[in-house]
Structure formats: C-alpha cells, structure tokens
C-alpha cells in the first residue's frame, strides 16, 4: 500500500518530461555534491577553527601565569635575602662582649658601655676601643 505522498511523487514524475526529468536529476546531483563538500568544509572547520580563537587567549594565559610565577620567585628571594640579613644582624648583636649594648634610638644607634673605654686612634685615622671578653 503506498502512502499520499509516493502517489503525488509518482504523479509529478509521470507529468514531468523526459528533459524535465533529466534536468532535475542533474540539478539533484549537482546539489548533492555541494552538500557533500560543503559538510566536508564545515567538519574540517570545526576540526582545528577552534584553534584560531583559543591560541590568543591561551597565549595570554600563559604569559600571565610566567609574569606572575616569576614575580613570586623574585619577591620570595627577596625575603629570603632580608631573613638571613636580619639572622646575620642579630648574631652580629649576640656576639657583643658583656658589659656592652647596642641601643637604637630616634636620634640615633649607640652602643653603651658599663665602664669608660679607652680610646685609641688607629693609623687610618678611625677611632678604636679595646673590648674584654
């Protein structure tokens, strides 16, 4: 039993002419032919089109994150170096001979001793102390 729409196909084709006929074949496979290739066109688009668009970005990503990276490495041996300054300053304090202080003050840095030192002025010029231990 054929449906509605192969009797219309079939009436259509019975009142088409053999010309007519061949020309709407040729013009079928011609379309077909160009829906095949542009399907092709469109996959080997979506294939590697997404790369154009994605590289940029993930290029400034990428530059981003080496800026930032590089900036931590930067400040943390920054710090280290600022640690082992102060570690360094205060040994430098611990090893003061007794009876002798560093002070800080606003007006200055001192260091104090309990009784008057004897001073004596070296061959540069600079003045010297003589400490106990």
Known sequence: MSTDRELLEKRALEAVSSDDFYELTDNLDAIKTASSQNRKAAANSLKWG???????ALLVLLTICAGSWGL???QSSQ?????EQIN?????????PGGVRFVNQQDGNF?????????????????????KR
């Open 50 to 56: 997404w790369l154009k668009y994605s590289l940029p």
């Open 72 to 74: 931590m490495r930067w």
């Open 79 to 83: 710090l280290i170096q600022t640690q």
């Open 88 to 96: 360094q300053n205060k040994q430098t304090l611990k090893s003061l």
């Open 111 to 131: 260091l104090i001793f309990q009784s008057e030192p004897e001073l004596y002025r070296t061959q540069s010029g600079e003045w010297a102390t003589k400490l």
